[in-house]
Each structure stands twice: as structure tokens, then as C-alpha cells.
């Protein structure tokens, strides 16, 4: 994985996880900005956390790494 250390994980929930068209995150504030990159450490979606599912649907399946924006740190997640 190229540009993600492994030690920066952040205690965050990601369910359900593997997913299939959403997922929910807990654990973060309501309007905190966030970004989706894939392995190759390309942001493939970005937004704002609400309390509305993240709609991953259009994301093709593999493992993605959810981030809060402008920081370094990640949860991984397995899109079916």
C-alpha cells in the first residue's frame, strides 16, 4: 500500500464490514469532512459525515481506506 502507514489507524466503526451499496461510521463527529482512497492511494470519494449511510455503491469491489481529511490516519473496509 503506497502512502498509508499501518501504525495511524483511528478507532472509528466502519459496519457493516465487507459492505455491498453503504456503510455507516460511528465514532466521528457530524460534519467532519472524509475521503475514500483505494490501494493505489487514489481518493475515489469525499463528503461530509451525517448521520445518512455513506452510499458506496459506484465504488467497484476491493478494499478501500476511509480517512478524516487532512489527517494521516485510516480504517480500512472491503466493498463486495
Keep these: 500500500i503506497l502512502g498509508i502507514n499501518k501504525s495511524e489507524k483511528i478507532k472509528i ?3 457493516p464490514n465487507p459492505c455491498f451499496n453503504e456503510i455507516n461510521i460511528k ?3 457530524s ?3 472524509f475521503e475514500i482512497k483505494d490501494m493505489y492511494n487514489n481518493t475515489v470519494l469525499t463528503g461530509s459525515i451525517t448521520q445518512d449511510p455513506i452510499n458506496v455503491e459506484k465504488l467497484s469491489c476491493g478494499v478501500y481506506f476511509f480517512s478524516i481529511e487532512k489527517e494521516n490516519k485510516y480504517q480500512k473496509f472491503i466493498k463486495l
Design 13 to 15: 466503526e466502519i459496519f
Design 27 to 29: 465514532n466521528i463527529n
Design 31 to 33: 460534519n467532519t469532512h
